[in-house]
């Protein structure tokens, strides 16, 4: 259903899609309202053919639509089957985000919703991001910030994606591929132990771990303990039907980055990991090398 309050917009969005300005480096746009501080009922288009990045909107005014896309061929038909997962960074304000498809516009942040820096999620098929600045005599500290992933619906791992599927996360053992595969194509991998585990606000668990191996990592997770050589710490999410237990048992530790958290995956005792892994060279069956020394 249309909202009524927004019906002018209607008419901008279909005559934007021929005159609009637009913006694209692929990955991230930083854009500010200043550009057309003038005509505030412009609707500016941006690009992004990423599968993640950011948008920073500064002094809004106006309006933007963002158009995500994979990185792939247009004419895939695996298009539709992305899901669009954003996350507002909780100084972002001046604005509402919207989701626009054919100009009906559903609510999907309000303005005091972001500063929670709750995550939302939909299904690519749903249409494009509005974001409508907020009408108001000063715009000078308001600025709309966001960090947004592309998730496929199918494929490796997207069943344990922490942001969709909440409520049907499962914490079945990985099968012996999976933990292959998992300690060469993980965002980190390494081996060590679980510290202390405590609960966020999102009432997941999140632990404290200590790796005495790291085979490799994403943007610094784990930060080196020293000069006395404890290993690397640092803090990882749990998905919430999982259960971890601290102490001084050794796991092979992998999982995923998410809006620069790191989210637990396949983490089975070292030793057993040891032994398939062993196995699978001798076997010349292993997908990448490792040092286990």
């Known amino acids: 259903m249309l909202l009524p309050w927004a019906t002018h917009w209607v008419m901008f969005l279909v005559v934007c899609r021929a005159v609009a300005q637009y913006s694209s480096d692929l990955c991230s746009w930083r854009g500010s309202g200043l550009s057309h501080e003038t005509h505030r009922r412009d609707v500016e288009q941006v690009y992004l053919r990423c599968s993640q990045g950011s948008l920073e909107w500064l002094y ?10 994979p990185n792939m061929e247009p004419s895939s038909r695996r298009m539709a089957d992305f899901y669009v997962c954003i996350k507002p960074q909780t100084f972002s304000q001046g604005s509402h985000v919207y989701l626009e498809h054919e100009g009906d516009l559903r609510l999907l942040l309000s303005d005091t919703d972001q500063a929670q820096g709750a995550v939302r999620c939909f299904s690519m098929k749903e249409g494009a991001l509005f974001v409508e600045a907020i009408p108001q005599t000063d715009i000078s500290r308001k600025i709309t910030a966001f960090q947004y992933e592309l998730v496929p619906s199918q494929g490796p791992g997207a069943h344990m994606y922490p942001y969709l599927h909440q409520g049907s996360v ?7 591929q999976e933990l292959l595969m998992a300690v060469c194509t993980s965002d980190f991998a390494g081996s060590g132990t679980f510290r202390d585990v405590t609960s966020d606000t999102n009432q997941h668990p999140v632990v404290v771990v200590t790796l005495h191996r790291l085979f490799h990592q994403k943007r610094g997770l784990f930060a080196w303990g020293g000069a006395r050589g404890q290993g690397w710490s640092g803090q990882v999410n749990v998905p919430a039907p999982c259960v971890v237990h601290p102490g001084e048992d050794e796991y092979l530790l992998t999982g995923s980055v998410h809006f620069d958290e790191a ?13 398939l892994y062993v196995e699978a060279v001798n076997a010349g069956t292993n997908p990448c090398h490792i040092d286990t020394n």
């Open 60 to 69: 809004p005014t106006g309006a933007i639509i963002v158009n995500l896309r």
């Open 170 to 176: 499962t914490c079945r053992p990985c099968s012996d």
């Open 263 to 275: 989210w637990l995956g396949c983490a089975p005792r070292y030793r057993d990991f040891l032994k």
